[in-house]
């Protein structure tokens, strides 16, 4: 099938769709989301003659994943976003099945995207390809086919380069799995964007203090963050271990040095990079103010067509873009700034103190808000914030764990829970955006990125400290 074939389908789909989609309650306001079908990862985020540029891994045929296409989205602010034309169609023999994800990187004023071409045959063999595409414009792509073939010792899973340039450098790290099944992290380097040369792993789930850990680590990144390098990893097969690993698969990082003479990482632990339930493949990029930035996909494979978002034909969404910082021996996420545009309407409440029942706030009500609790003077064991009826994040201050619980998908209570160890609560800033909800724990040290699906009609915001009192100040803008 030709592109213009492929993309004329798409483009029909999304026409045909347009009005059961915009029908959902449930549509965000400010999210990248997809404009039918399914999204997943966030791809080729690069700041290209000005514009912040996201593309994202797209079925616009399904509410399930397929052969992907690269959807496009284009802003000045990170805020507002524009629909771009769609970047990558699968219609090459070399990404028949899927322009799987990747990155791009700005080379004399050109834009070149990197992605997994991923080929199926018909008794479901896999095939990849590391591809290159070119942009004079940054919206239309002109395809140079594989660049790169897996090397001797790898299987077919092998994908999502992401490229950056370091001292007089071009790198690729790419996420493999060995032919002893094990997950890694591989690196090739090039002068020109063209030639590759593989270099080998970088990290893998037997190297150093770990053991088996995972069978195939999907997406990696690896990125400087004030003065500390982080390689992120999606390192599939995780055991659930205590509060730790309850996804399906995992997002988290390793920080450490790495020696770009000798090409190795010295690392420390996995930390996980979100603790709700819905967070996955993350991707970074620079900005022109040197800004770190991550955006994540908002989904997680698990339950695709479970979620009542399928009924209007679109499903899942990527996260708000989060500024990364290394501090204290930790990787922060910030909301950007830029997030304050939205916000209108701005309610406070200083000093409220609680005590033992359940209290609402004038004006402290909504589904699309920003939500700002600062608490002091600890002396209560347990405090909640209930949203929406169904949404509760609540803190144990005796067992120091945080928890996140969300109401089952049809609307009948708290079903399910995610949590974590927060030594003291200090502060939480959440956003909520009609159906999705992202917490951010004392200035960004945990987060809880979740879908939910509260009643869109309930409004209803209620604080409740107990077991001594809690004094808090409240800050609540409407967003735009
Ligand atoms: C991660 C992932 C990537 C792959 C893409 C396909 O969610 O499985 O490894 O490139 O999704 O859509």
């Not at 990187?105 to 479901?124: P, Q, R, S």
């Not at 982080?230 to 020696?259: H, T, W």
């Not at 909301?335 to 004038?362: A, M, W």
Request: glycine share 8%; hydrophobic share 35%; aromatic share 12%.
């Amino acid at each position: 099938m030709t592109k213009f074939v492929k993309q004329e389908m798409a483009y029909e789909r999304v026409e045909t769709h347009r009005e059961v989609v915009a029908r959902d309650p449930y549509r965000l306001h400010y999210h990248i989301m997809p404009p039918v079908g399914l999204l997943n990862d966030p791809n080729g985020l690069v700041f290209f003659k000005g514009k912040y540029h996201v593309f994202y891994q797209w079925n616009p045929f399904e509410t399930d994943h397929g052969a992907k296409f690269w959807g496009h989205y284009v802003s000045d602010d990170l805020v507002h976003w524009e629909e771009a034309p769609i970047a990558l169609a699968p219609d090459m023999w070399y990404d028949k099945n899927g322009c799987y994800s990747g990155s791009a990187v700005v080379l004399d004023e050109k834009l070149y995207v990197f992605y997994t071409g991923n080929v199926k045959d018909e008794e479901g063999n896999r095939e990849s390809y590391q591809c290159l595409a070119i942009s004079e414009d940054g919206v239309h792509f002109e395809k140079k086919g594989p660049v790169i073939h897996v090397p001797a010792g790898y299987t077919a899973h092998f994908r999502d380069p992401k490229v950056f340039y370091h001292g007089e450098k071009w790198y690729m790290i790419v996420g493999a799995q060995t032919e002893s099944e094990q997950g890694e992290a591989v690196l090739f380097t090039s002068s020109d964007l063209m030639d590759w040369q593989f270099e080998g792993p970088i990290a893998g789930s037997y190297h150093h203090h770990l053991e088996d850990f995972g069978y195939m680590w999907e997406c990696p990144d690896l990125l400087e963050v004030n003065g500390k390098d982080v390689l992120i990893v999606c390192p599939q097969g995780l055991e659930a271990d205590g509060l730790r690993y309850q996804n399906i698969y995992q997002s988290g990082y390793f920080a450490g040095k790495m020696d770009y003479e000798t090409l190795s990482l010295e690392h420390g632990e996995f930390d996980e990079l979100d603790r709700g339930f819905d967070f996955y493949a993350p991707q970074t990029m620079e900005d022109g103010k040197g800004r770190k930035i991550l955006f994540g996909w908002m989904g997680n494979s698990e339950e695709d067509g479970v979620q009542p978002t399928v009924k209007h034909e679109w499903i899942h969404a990527l996260t708000i873009p989060r500024e990364l910082e290394w501090k204290n021996g930790k990787l922060l996420q910030h909301p950007v700034k830029e997030l304050e545009l939205l916000r209108e309407d701005e309610v406070r409440h200083t000093n409220v103190v609680l005590d033992g029942s359940e209290v609402e706030l004038p004006g402290v009500d909504g589904s699309v808000f920003e939500l700002e609790v600062v608490t002091k003077d600890w002396r209560a064991k347990r405090f909640s914030i209930t949203m929406g009826e169904t949404s509760r994040i609540s803190y144990d201050a005796v067992a120091k764990v945080l928890t996140f619980e969300r109401g089952a998908f049809d609307g009948k209570g708290f079903v399910e829970k995610r949590q974590c160890v927060v030594e003291t609560l200090h502060s939480l800033r959440m956003f909520k955006d009609t159906s999705s909800m992202e917490i951010f724990v004392n200035n960004g040290e945990e987060v809880f990125t979740s879908r939910v699906f509260d009643d869109p009609e309930a409004k209803g915001i209620t604080f409740t400290a107990t077991e001594g009192k809690l004094e808090m100040d409240v800050k609540k803008w409407s967003q735009k």
